[in-house]
């Protein structure tokens, strides 16, 4: 017996399709009166209604004849066969569209889950990027007590935390200076390092010569 606590209009669908189950079975043959309204009523424990609804919708497929007096009486085997058919070829499409749209349902929120990660990822990468490394330019004033100093002399890396990437002079570009490197004034110091470089640079680039000299010789 089927599962018969759907919707109404489930109901009396599925009973026709049980009723036409049992003809093509053979369990009602053509010219066999089957059951009366009442009695399957009761057999499927569903309304009289529901019954009239599924007699009338087989009665429209061929499948039997519903006549007053008489009862009702089976018709035609093949028309249960192609109603069958066609029912399953029906729901064959829509347990199909179900999981289409099941899936669809699914895929959009994979990719809703997707992008915000997504983007948590590139925030917290940003704002790591900018609290971890910093990229600053700074140049070389005349009054730098560095002047004529190379980067080993002041012991740049140690002091600033900061590391030279590159150094433009006169228009031209030093990409990854030597320690042996000589600053000169007016030169551009590209450096990265943590958020605090440029203020440690700017503090090395204002040390009088002989503080320099004395922490040296530490």
Partial sequence: MHDYNNSYLAKYVTIAVDIATRII?????????????????????????TIRRALTLLQEMGIVDVMPGVGVVVKSQSAAEEYLAQYNQQQVLKDLQ??????????DSLNSEIDSLTN????????MAGRL????????????????KSLAEVDF???????????????????????RT?????????????????????????????TLKEENEC
């Fill in 182 to 210: 000589i600053i000169q004034e007016g030169d551009v110091l590209l450096v990265v390092g943590p958020s605090e470089v440029k203020a440690a640079v700017h503090d090395l680039l204002k040390k009088p010569a002989d």
């Fill in 133 to 148: 490394q910093k990229l600053e330019e700074i140049t070389v004033l005349r009054e730098s007590h560095v002047v004529g």
């Fill in 120 to 127: 948590q990822l590139l925030d917290y990468t940003f704002k």
């Fill in 98 to 107: 179900e999981r289409l749209s099941h899936l669809l349902k699914e895929r």
């Fill in 25 to 49: 079975r053979g369990e009602y043959r053509e010219g066999q009166k089957m059951f009366g309204r009442s009695t399957l009523a009761g057999r499927y424990n569903v309304s009289p209604e």
């Fill in 157 to 179: 890396r140690a002091r600033t935390g900061a590391t030279v990437l590159a150094v433009y002079r006169n228009g031209e570009e030093m990409v990854s200076p030597q320690a």
